[in-house]
C-alpha cells in the first residue's frame, strides 16, 4: 500500500524560499501521476502543481508559475515542490497526492493516496 509523508513546511518571511517534500514508501511513484495541493483556513482544497510519470509538469495559477516548481526523483521516490518568492496568500496546508495513473490531473476527486499535509506560513 502506499503511504506519503509530506515534510519541509514551517514559518517563512515574505520573499523567502521553502522546499516540500513527499516521500513515498510502498509502492514505487513510477507508475503514479503526483500533484501538490493547498488547503487554507476557510477554502476548498485547491491544486497547485502536478507531475505526470516522465513530465511536463503542470502549474494550476498564474501566481504559481514562475515561483514554484515541482520535481521528481524516482531513485529516491521522492516529489517535490520548491517554493520560491513567497506571499502571505502562500498560507496554507500543503498535501501531496498520487493517483495510480502515469497522467496527472488538477482534481483532487482522481486522486488515491494523499499525505498529511505540512503546514506553511508566510508571515512577517
Known amino acids: 500500500q502506499l503511504q506519503l509523508v509530506e515534510s519541509g513546511g514551517g514559518l517563512v518571511q515574505p520573499g523567502e524560499s521553502l522546499r516540500l517534500s513527499c516521500a513515498a514508501s510502498?509502492?514505487?511513484?513510477?507508475?503514479?501521476?503526483m500533484g501538490w495541493f493547498r488547503q487554507a483556513p476557510g477554502r476548498e482544497r485547491e491544486a497547485v502543481s502536478c507531475v505526470s510519470r516522465g513530465g511536463p509538469a503542470v502549474y494550476y495559477t498564474k501566481s504559481e508559475k514562475g515561483r514554484f516548481t515541482i520535481s521528481r526523483d524516482s531513485a529516491k521516490n521522492t516529489v517535490y515542490l520548491q517554493m520560491n518568492s513567497l506571499k502571505p496568500e502562500d498560507t496554507a496546508i500543503y498535501y501531496c497526492?498520487?493517483?495510480?495513473?502515469?497522467?496527472?490531473?488538477?482534481?483532487?476527486?482522481?486522486?488515491?493516496?494523499w499525505g498529511q499535509g505540512t503546514q506553511v506560513t508566510v508571515s512577517s
Open positions: 497526492a498520487a493517483r495510480l495513473s502515469r497522467i496527472c490531473a488538477g482534481s483532487k476527486s482522481v486522486y488515491d493516496n
Open positions: 510502498g509502492r514505487s511513484l513510477d507508475n503514479y501521476g
